[in-house]
């Protein structure tokens, strides 16, 4: 980089000037998340950590938020220290949504953002059944399945 301390001197014959400048390079925010993702899925009940990569002079100040709302306290969110990754512990459906990478600096403010959707995986009630039907009889079975997306039934 080009910041340093520059001086500039003048000298005849009689005698010499000097006047010292110290430059200090600035450069505005750039922050993307992950490897570019726009979207991420996550499954219900499992952790999803969020990567936020950014780059300027001085190192920008990083701040995340949900659905335009600073994430700090919400349930189940962690924030690593240097703010470049986010944690989402145990991920429930109050984890979808939109989130935001604020990074600043002397020089500007840039963000990055992901659109997070959750996935439940398929659940059948009830669970088990033990029918007894007579020799020739009928049954009616029935099954309920949830989950989302919502699962085919087969």
């Known amino acids: 980089m080009d910041t340093g301390l520059y001086t500039c001197t003048a000298t005849n014959a009689a005698g010499n ?3 010292s400048y110290s430059l200090h390079i600035q ?3 750039q922050l993307w998340i ?3 993702e726009s979207h991420l899925r996550a499954v219900a009940n499992t952790s999803l950590r969020i990567h936020c990569h950014a780059t300027g ?3 920008p100040q990083i701040q995340w938020l949900k659905d ?3 994430v700090d306290g919400q349930d189940g969110v962690v924030v690593s220290e240097d703010g470049g990754t986010l944690l989402l ?3 429930g459906l109050g984890h979808q949504g939109l989130y935001i990478c604020q990074g600043s600096n002397w020089a500007g403010l840039a963000q990055a953002e992901v659109q997070v959707s959750v996935h439940v995986p398929p659940n059948i009630e009830p669970s088990e ?3 007894t039907i007579p020799e020739n009889g009928s049954a009616s079975l029935e099954c309920l399945a949830s989950g989302l ?3 085919s039934e087969s």
Request: hydrophobic fraction near 35%; aromatic fraction near 0%.
């Open 17 to 19: 000037a000097s006047l």
């Open 27 to 29: 450069a505005p925010p």
């Open 34 to 36: 992950g490897d570019g």
């Open 57 to 59: 002079i001085p190192p």
């Open 68 to 70: 335009g709302r600073p």
């Open 89 to 91: 512990t145990r991920v």
């Open 129 to 131: 059944v033990d029918l």
């Open 149 to 151: 997306p919502a699962p």
